[in-house]
């Protein structure tokens, strides 16, 4: 079966509860007012509209980059591709096995230890005993654990976390790759080992979905690129027309200081 | 899925081929009941997950610690024999007669309170895998009955030793309390869904859940027996933890409850099921949001 995504009118808000209060909503209100992303809704609860129908389809061998500014809805929209996040209205087909590559942390358990959180990750992907072994022996050898990897994540450095997030995230391959950026980082001499890894994976992938502040990995990655402002698309169309577009306005700056924390 | 360092293992025959989420035409009653359906329907094909989630919770509450999750029998087996010596002089009635009455009871009491207070933060608590991929919320129903039933799967040890050392006979009556087991596990499925929902919703309300519980285990017949009450006991049936602890207490005891203590335990469960799947229906796929 090829894969596809299809998204229609998608619509998300995110409801703000703890700012119910009047004179906060008020205040949140008027501070939002340039921005006009803040709402009440039908039953008068202040919510963020996140995204603001956004359509697009893809089909198999399409690369999506997503770009924009922060808080422009590119990581909601990768939420809502995986299904986390469902819609208050449009629709949402994927069509194809899909992983999500969305925070550092990837679920993980920190009080387990690295192959608990690889077992974990092999019975969500509904694997058994030996593909689970397989699995682990694959993540144990490209994360570089060594032994760490049956001590509790909560006292690996920030690198090995990484490091183990990243080998768990990329041991299982896909038809639709959903990537937000924090994937490029990591330290300088796992970083050559990741790309060749992460390369070989978005090559295996039918359909790719990227959110990155770099340009020239969506330049060099992407076939197509949706440029989100305001929970809305701005513009939609090949690599070339729409990045020469969005960097017009960017600044250079995004470039200088790419959104990688990973601290 | 493949695993990239064995590229040529097919994928999975299960593993998940997306899924499609239409509200073009709004969210009606049919969609939101085909969509809890499914989650419900995968939350069980995830088994595995559930029990391995489960059996972590346990580890970790007990790792580095040398008896591990023995520390589990070993107190309350602590807790029945000091309570059991008390209560017994307390109420003027035999060890004999009150300790294993005293075992069972604090044991199935505490896995109905350690099943409630875990309701309360079945889907706050898995904030982390609920944020990064998708997971029916089942599932975590799924994670907490099970952690619960292996912790009571420790507790009985306790209850068989003591049934063992004051020679309680144990009859045919018995085999009552399988079915009655089964409905405290609806029941707990259906509390995890209300409240967990409820809770990642409303955090005042673990609190309040918490208070209630402990009332209920006062007036509830868990530390004294019902006959004590001389006369009064008719009141008991409007009490559905009563009435719910009653129906597989009374059968291991050798009793089989009234017909009153079954409607009771029935009608109270089915007003729980059918609040959580309401409730489930409403919010599900706004829990994302909330937590």
Known sequence: MAARIEVQDLSIQFPLYHGQSRSLKRTMLARAKGLRRLQENSQHRLVVEALRNVTFTLGAGERLGLV?????????????????????????????????????????????????NVTLRGRYHRMNGPGIEALAEDVRVFAELGDFFDLPVRIYSSGMIVRLAFAMATAIRPQVLLMDEWFLAGDASFRNKARER?????????????????????????????WLEDGRVKADGPVDQVMDAFSGIGEGVPALFPETALS | MNVISDPQAAPLPEAERGFTIDLRHGLGFVARNRMAISDIARGLSLWRLALTLSWLDIRLRYRGSVLGPLWLTLSTAVMVAALGFLY????????????????????????????????CTSFTQAENMIRSMRIPFSLYIGQIVARNVLILGHNVIVIVVVFVAFQVPVNLNALAAIPAFLLWLVDGAAASLLFGALCARFRDIPPIVGSVMQIAFYVSAVMWKPDFLHG??????????YTILQIVRGPLLGQIPTMHAYISALGFSAVLCIFAWLTFLRVRHRIAFWI
């Open chain 2, 232 to 241: 009064h006991q008719s009141f008991l049936v409007y009490d559905p933890f």
């Open chain 2, 88 to 119: 017994a002089v307390l109420f003027h009635t035999t060890i004999r007669d009150y300790l294993p009455f005293l075992a069972l009871s604090l044991v199935l009491w505490s896995f109905i309170a350690a099943m409630v207070s875990d309701a």
């Open chain 1, 68 to 116: 924009g500014h922060n808080g422009a809805g590119k990581t909601t929209l990768l939420r809502a591709l995986a299904g986390v996040y469902e819609p208050v209205a449009g629709r949402v087909r994927i069509e194809g096995t899909l992983n999500a590559l969305l925070d550092p942390n990837q679920g993980m358990n920190m009080e387990l230890t690295g192959r608990e």
């Open chain 1, 198 to 226: 992460l390369e070989s994976m978005v090559r295996g992938a039918d359909i790719l979905v990227l959110s990155t502040h770099l340009n020239d990995v969506v330049r060099s990655w992407c076939s197509r690129v949706i």
